[in-house]
């Protein structure tokens, strides 16, 4: 019995955790350019959207399972069949509530251990959960234009007065859902948003700063220490130029200067590199 647990909850985690290796990087998803260039954002941004996605899909299920379970053969009547789709609809919500929630739970963990933004998310995004996610999704948008075109052809039903209104409910809190999410986006991104014809704030660090970070060489002796490169996911060679940063964490020279000049941030922790106070070097390294 416990094998057969033991088995269900590594299918289950296998569910919601990416692949690694190179089958995994071709199938990039366009989310994580957006965390590798704001990560902070990023993540706000995500936490937000999928813990109210989650909790939204549930709230709204529960009253239009209610509804439905009382009144299904009156409703039946109706010159629309809009008590079948407002079934399919609360099933697809129910069937992403446990994604988002994952997701939420999981960056929730990341960050509090200031561990890579990045990898957690990379992980999610080319997990079996999150393409059959995106799947659900489609199928809910089509899903969704089909019952307002039901509901603006659709006349008053006596026997079932209800299942206009509830239906109509049904397409105010998804289109609510959708401007929350637009106004979390701005609010997440301001500087991209501004319109006041100001250029924005830079967030790349100029080569005079990352020139200035110290570069040493890493050997196997070393331990405690990182073992593989963060930024490009790969674990360091003997003999490597890492360079580092003002934190502590180390990343492959040619990694880490890409990344500084698009974001002045650690790709682990998120501190930015100009800020001062924090050790520049570390004992069992070599300094170049």
Not at 53 to 70: D, E, R
Not at 160 to 188: D, E, K, N
Not at 267 to 272: A, G, S, V
Request: charged content about 15%; aromatic content about 10%.
């Amino acid at each position: 019995m416990t094998a057969v647990i033991l088995r269900l909850r590594d299918r289950l985690l296998g569910f919601f955790d990416g692949a690694e290796g190179a089958d995994a990087e071709l199938a990039a998803d366009p989310l994580l350019d957006v965390v590798h260039q704001y990560p902070e954002e990023a993540a706000w941004f995500i936490k937000v959207v999928m813990f109210f996605g989650s909790i939204s899909g549930v709230i709204i299920s529960i009253p239009c399972g209610v509804f439905l379970t009382m009144y299904w053969a009156p409703c039946g009547q109706c010159n629309r069949p809009l008590r079948y789709w407002i079934l399919v609809h609360c099933i697809l919500q129910l069937l992403q509530a446990p994604v988002r929630l994952v997701f939420f739970l999981r960056l929730c963990h990341v960050q509090s251990l200031n561990n890579n933004i990045q990898e957690c998310v990379r992980q999610l995004t080319h997990s079996m959960a999150w393409r059959t996610s995106k799947v659900v999704s489609i199928i809910t948008y089509g899903w969704f234009i089909l019952g307002i075109v039901w509901l603006l052809n659709s006349t008053y039903c006596k026997p079932c007065p209800g299942l206009y209104r509830l239906s109509l409910a049904v397409i105010f809190a998804a289109v609510a859902r959708l401007l929350m999410t637009l106004i979390v986006f701005y609010h997440s991104f301001p500087p991209r948003f501004q319109g006041q014809g100001l250029p924005p704030k830079p967030r790349g660090a100029n080569q005079e700063l990352i020139d200035s970070m110290p570069l040493i060489v890493y050997s196997q002796e070393m331990r405690g220490e990182e073992t593989s490169c963060a930024v490009c996911l790969s674990d360091f060679d003997r003999d490597a130029v890492l360079r580092r940063l003002p934190c502590g964490h180390s990343f492959h020279r040619g990694c880490i200067d890409k990344w500084l000049k698009r974001n002045k941030v650690c790709p682990l922790c998120l501190q930015d590199i100009e800020v001062t106070g924090s050790p520049l070097s570390r004992p069992s390294k070599k300094a170049i």
